[in-house]
């Protein structure tokens, strides 16, 4: 877009401020005290679990809703005290969903874009029609501009709602999940798109429900749950896995993408907070004192746990990424450098040992892993990604680390005082419940394990 809808503006105010915002329904309170600014040149994302007021909140801004309490300034200015059509000069919008019940083609939509900007009887001149074009070249959406809003598919109209948007040409964007219809090429397409728009010098505000997509477009992001503002700030600094756990009642492991750099959520069930008798989950077969087998409910205490993984490839990533998400302490090897598991726990903190694929493992590196294991309150023994088991020599395997000469981890293992193996096909559930050592629903496991 060639006009800079923040070139007449004051630099010293932030286009957006929100200032302790309580907003309450007849059903009752949404959100509380929220405060936060979204500067010139800024992309703020709004995350948070589903009913935590994120719409809400935008929605405030734009003026369609009445707040209970707070301030909301929009370029220095209460918006309490501008028309429809002055805070339409200054914020534009781009619903989460929005029923078009007249057949207009989709050129005439964007249209609807310059409306702020032109009196009762002013049609539209070389300037709306340059801003008409440039939003809808920008968004993808010329191919089909003269077909009818009604026949374009549901992510097609999103990209017309962007396309209006872009064609206000206001200094500030609100967005409500801008690519929840998208497929994943035209999400990708539309947080760049956005993310260019902020770097242009507008402020754009999004309430976003893909965490992995705030986090690699967004400067800040505002985690609302509960009722208010949970956390606020970088995504590096702010989706962590205790505040993604805590915000959405879950499990997380939060990683690093090799791509972007970025952090990369992956959340589970919180399994961990269950309630044991739920039935969902079939109970875990333990000894009994007697020596017979009883039905028991899954372990729910939180408490960590040191545990060493033996593995290689994506099964084992999987499980070490669940360990973590649960609380417990990783550490792994020997691994091949650059295995996927390697990545993974040193994404979490842990400590691993490396070799170079497919050579000699030295004896000080296999000593090292074998401290570790060691070290651990048990040590889990992935199977292969080809679902086969075992520490077979000069093969890349659970046990192994594709390595030649025989396999290092043989060793590393027989370190263990506790081993357990673990099957592709294992639960969750059974693989927390696994990793307990306190005997809480009976005697201690055997020394060697295998669940499937």
């Known amino acids: 877009m060639s006009s800079d809808p923040s070139s007449d503006t004051s630099d010293t105010d932030p286009l957006i401020e929100v200032r302790d915002l309580s907003v309450s329904f007849e059903t009752g309170p949404v959100v509380s005290g929220v405060d936060f600014d979204v500067e010139r040149g800024s992309l703020v994302g709004l995350v948070g679990p589903n009913g935590a007021g994120k719409t809400t909140v935008i929605r405030a801004i734009k003026g369609t809703i009445t707040p209970d309490s707070g301030e909301i300034r929009l370029d220095g200015d209460d918006a309490a005290d501008l028309s429809a059509r002055e805070v339409s000069r200054r914020v534009a919008s781009v619903p989460q969903a929005t029923e078009l019940a007249f057949d207009f083609r989709v050129r005439h939509v964007v249209e609807m874009g310059r409306t702020p900007h032109l009196g009762r009887f002013d049609g539209h001149g070389p300037d709306d029609e340059r801003a008409v074009r440039e939003a809808m070249d920008a968004t993808g959406v010329t191919r089909f501009a003269d077909r009818s809003i009604t026949a374009v598919s549901g992510g097609e109209r999103q990209r017309v709602l962007l396309a209006r948007a872009l064609a206000q040409e206001t200094p500030a964007l609100l967005l409500d999940e801008p690519t929840e219809s998208l497929d994943v090429n035209h999400a990708v397409r539309t947080g760049k798109l956005i993310r260019e728009i902020a770097d242009g010098g507008r402020a754009a505000l999004a309430a ?60 589970f069930d919180a ?7 739920d039935p969902s989950e079939p109970p875990v077969t333990v000894p009994s004192d007697d020596g017979d087998t009883t039905d028991e409910p899954s372990v729910t ?3 960590a746990r040191r545990v060493h993984v033996v593995g290689t490839g994506r099964t084992a990533a999987r499980i070490a990424a669940r360990l973590v998400a649960a609380g417990h302490e990783l550490s792994a090897g020997v691994v091949p450098a650059g295995d996927v598991l390697a990545g993974v726990v040193a994404d979490a903190g842990g400590r691993v040992v490396t ?8 004896p000080s590196t296999r000593e090292a892993a074998g401290d570790l294991a060691g070290e651990a309150d048990v040590t889990i023994v992935v199977d292969r990604d080809d679902g086969s088991e075992g ?12 390595n030649k000469g025989p396999d290092p981890n043989e060793g590393v293992i027989a370190s263990a005082e506790r081993v357990v193996h673990v099957g592709a096909d294992a639960s969750e559930r059974q693989l927390l419940d696994a990793v307990r050592t306190d005997g809480s629903y009976g005697p201690e496991p055997s020394v060697d394990e295998r669940i499937e």
């Open 208 to 267: 976003i429900h893909d965490l992995d997509l705030a986090a690699r477009y967004c400067d800040e992001v505002v985690v609302l749950a509960k009722g208010g503002v949970h956390a606020a700030g970088p995504p590096a600094e702010v989706l962590t896995a205790d505040a993604v756990g805590s915000a959405f009642d879950a499990e997380a492991f939060v990683g690093r993408n090799p791509a972007t750099g970025s952090p990369a959520i992956t959340a």
């Open 271 to 277: 399994l961990a907070r269950d309630d044991p008798s």
């Open 301 to 303: 205490d939180r408490d």
């Open 355 to 362: 070799a170079p694929p497919f050579e000699s493992v030295v």
């Open 391 to 402: 520490t077979e020599s000069g093969r890349t395997g659970s046990g192994g680390a594709g």
